[in-house]
């Protein structure tokens, strides 16, 4: 399995680390002592001061990322996502036997331009990508070596079970519908899935993927907004829509877009079935993949899990 280079862009600004004890965000396995005055993010993995506009993005991955990530990290990779690199090197931590890459240097935005230290560390239990980010007048307020002493805190925890970290999510499930949480994303994602494998390859069993997300679109932007998120969605290829209409889910306004593709990788024939349930200023999204054969059987179960999120 090969993983994309995972990069983040906030353009964000931070303090100086001075808190006693290691924070993790929620449903992490790695954490840091963040600098004073950040708190943990309710929109991602990590921290930010929104006071000042600072903020820490933690990615986590399996321990055999390290090798694949580490190698698309050359300047040119960088490059073609607007990073100039200013130096790179290693960082030690207080982690056992912990492989780290770190680079230095600045990223540009259109006309906005800040400063970036990326870590990438991995052990023999995961691999995290820590990126730290503050826009170019702000840079006083977050030094060099605040960053490098944040980053040395950065500690690893037995990871909590899906079950533990779903108690976590901003929303709850009234019925699972015989699913199972295979893996949480930061603290406002969890994917579902029915069967034993925790590794779904060709389409061999339903997922389904459900998060909370800003945005609330008026009414007459919700087929595009709709639109726009169903194209986003990975795995499929040759999506054809057929049928997208609005409906209330849960008493709330939602919309549902139905679309019939193939798995990207093995070619089955697959429904794609995407929920939006819109709240005043936010909105839950669900997207369930499923083998076309296996649609009538699973649809029932679908709408069964649909119905049962609900915002905690």
Known sequence: MRLPLILATLLLSGGIAGAADVTFPKGSSF??????????SNTFAGFEDPTIGAAILMVEMPAVA????????????LASKGITVDARGTLPLALPDAKTLFVTGKQH???????????LAGTSQATVLVTIQVADENAGKLTDETVRKTLETLAYRTPPTPQEQMAELPFRFTDMAGFRPVKVIGNTA???TDGPKDVIENA?????VAGVAPGAPREEERRQFALRALSSVTGVKDMRIERAEPLRIGGMPGFEILANAKDAAGDADVKVIQWLRFGPSAH???VAIVRTKDFTDEYGRLRALRDGMEPR
């Open 31 to 40: 954490g840091l002592v963040p600098p004073v005055g950040m708190v943990e």
């Open 190 to 192: 969890v994917v579902l």
């Open 66 to 77: 390290y090798s694949q990530v580490e190698a698309g990290f050359t300047d040119a990779a």
């Open 284 to 286: 839950l999204r669900m």
């Open 109 to 119: 935005v259109g006309t906005v331009s800040a400063r970036k230290w990326i870590l």
């Open 204 to 208: 061999d069993q339903a997922i389904f």
